[in-house]
């Protein structure tokens, strides 16, 4: 029973940052160098999830994900920074807002996995997929008000 439970959590906890990854990689008319600036954050971030991935594989307990949570929140924190800093306007503008309101909270669920415990790390790993999710949707509106394509694998 314990393995089925590690595997739901490392499968949930693979796909979550996975999930933010289409959200952030890769449609209005924006200023013209937002469009761009917003690829080169997501393709620095797409960076950091494969080394999330590689990190977590395979691990099964909340000490073990401590390290690459902490990482991968940095660098989360650092897209958000880059693409609230690129001077879009108008709706877009609220729409990245949304967009890093919705990380904000994937961070902070990133943070609490060293207080997690193997009775509540099966429930962290979900509520941090749901928010991923949402976070995942602030990404597909900001990538249509950018004009841009859909991330691979979405």
Do not use: H, N
Request: hydrophobic share 50%; proline share 5%; with cysteine.
């Amino acid at each position: 029973m314990q393995a089925r439970w590690v595997s739901t959590i490392a499968l949930a906890l693979l796909i979550a940052p996975a999930l933010l990854i289409a959200g952030c990689s890769g449609g209005a008319t924006p200023t013209p160098t937002v469009g761009p600036g917003y690829l080169a954050a997501a393709t620095a971030f797409d960076g950091a999830y494969v080394q999330w991935k590689a990190a977590i594989t395979g691990k099964t307990t909340p000490g073990e994900f401590a390290g690459p949570a902490a990482t991968y929140a940095a660098a989360l924190s650092d897209f958000d920074d880059a693409i609230s800093s690129l001077g879009a306007t108008g709706q877009t503008a609220t729409d990245i807002a949304s967009l890093v309101s919705a990380d904000k909270v994937v961070i902070a669920d990133l943070g609490t996995v060293s207080a997690q415990t193997a009775g509540t790390f099966a429930r962290w790993g979900q509520q941090l997929t749901a928010d991923g999710a949402k976070a995942i949707l602030a990404g597909r509106v900001v990538r249509a008000d950018l004009a841009l394509p859909q991330a691979s694998g979405q």
